[in-house]
């Protein structure tokens, strides 16, 4: 009896079914078909070892098969979930660049006078005299500040964790005043344009914005 | 039911295959995202920002005692190239027709977001006060 299991099971003659059948079951046993053992059919190749371990071509292909899916969803997720982290830093930095960039072509900040007075002084940064007239002083001040006093005048302009770079620029594309800083590492970098008047030339006031990790 | 191979139904089969369908679907709708909603704050301060300047630079009150949009043009001319102009000055006798137009060089009419900032002008000339308005439209290249 057990040899007419062992050949339905295709498995090597050193498998000790005796152990998993013994002798006083084999005596009620007149015949145990694969499916009752739990199998519908074995495929070609399929190998029962003395553990009772089952391994078959086709369960390695299926595995591999799966695990191929598995990877290519975890990596496609993640790849998924850095671009909507991305997008959101884009968001936040294009607010940020907003906030920043109103207020120092619209404002003359607080003090009004601030460029007169010590850095300390200074609650709020803004460059105009009116509203899109820049003030020469003003920008020159700020300009040194952005040189002398980088990392507290960002907090002051509440940039937080952002690297911020001023750029006045002619149409032509000519820097006429330059200040701060681009992480040169950045991951995200927003640049935010103003039209204004500076010493009756219409330029372009650049306030470019950056993050990095 | 086939009776070997790895794909056991076409049922799975096909749901395999819509899942990876749906994912590329959703990479190239990810790729394709951006923040068209910062664009048009940018046009609109864009515009107001260019009809501040050229009425403090004093353009608008001088193109208007000229009568001529030579100043108003050669302003707008030197905006980024990004952006397209175009003024329309209108006199209180004539709300209907402008009074000076100027257009951006290079600029058709073909845009699917116009942005529009006016501003009210009080220009004294010799006799009297004449009120006028300036429209200036923006939109993207």
């Keep these: ?213 | 039911m086939q009776t070997k191979g790895f794909i056991i139904s076409t049922d799975a089969f096909i749901g395999l295959s819509m899942l990876a369908f749906i994912v590329v679907i959703a990479f190239f709708y990810l790729s394709t995202v951006s923040l068209t909603s910062w664009n048009t704050i940018d046009l609109i301060d864009a515009s107001r920002d260019e009809i501040t300047v050229l009425e403090k630079q004093q353009v608008l009150e001088n193109a208007i005692k000229q009568s001529s949009a030579d100043l108003i043009l050669s302003k707008i001319n030197a905006t980024s190239d990004a952006y397209c102009f175009e003024l329309s000055i209108f006199s209180q006798n004539n709300l209907d027709v402008p009074m000076l137009y100027a257009i951006k060089t290079g600029c058709t009419k073909n845009y699917e977001q116009l942005v529009v900032a006016d501003r009210t002008l009080v220009v004294n000339t010799d006799t009297n006060i004449e009120f006028y308005i300036a429209k200036l439209g923006g939109w993207y290249k």
């Design chain 1, 1 to 213: 009896m057990v040899d007419i299991i062992k050949g339905l099971l295709k498995v090597p003659a050193d498998v000790a079914l005796h152990k998993h059948f013994s002798a006083h079951a084999c005596g009620k046993l007149k015949f145990i078909t694969p499916a009752k053992l739990g199998f519908a059919r074995f495929s070609k190749g399929a190998r029962l070892n003395g553990r009772g371990q089952f391994f078959s071509p086709d369960l390695i292909i299926a595995l591999t098969v799966f695990i191929i899916i598995l990877a290519f969803f975890f990596v496609s997720s993640h790849a998924m979930s850095v671009q909507i982290d991305l997008y959101y830093i884009k968001n936040e930095l294009e607010d940020v660049s907003h906030a920043v960039v109103n207020p120092l072509v619209l404002f003359g900040g607080e003090p009004y006078n601030w460029e007169t007075k010590s850095f300390s002084d200074l609650n709020r940064m803004g460059l105009a005299n009116e509203r899109n007239i820049l003030d020469d002083e003003k920008v020159d001040k700020f300009v040194e500040y952005l040189t002398t006093d980088y990392n507290t005048l960002r907090t002051k302009m509440s940039l937080g964790k952002y690297d911020f770079k001023f750029e006045l620029q002619d149409f032509n594309g000519s820097v006429i005043k330059e200040g701060g800083y681009v992480n040169p590492d950045f991951i995200v970098r927003i640049v935010q344009k103003r039209i204004a008047s500076y010493n009756d030339r219409q330029v372009i006031v650049r306030g470019i914005i950056s993050y990095a990790n």
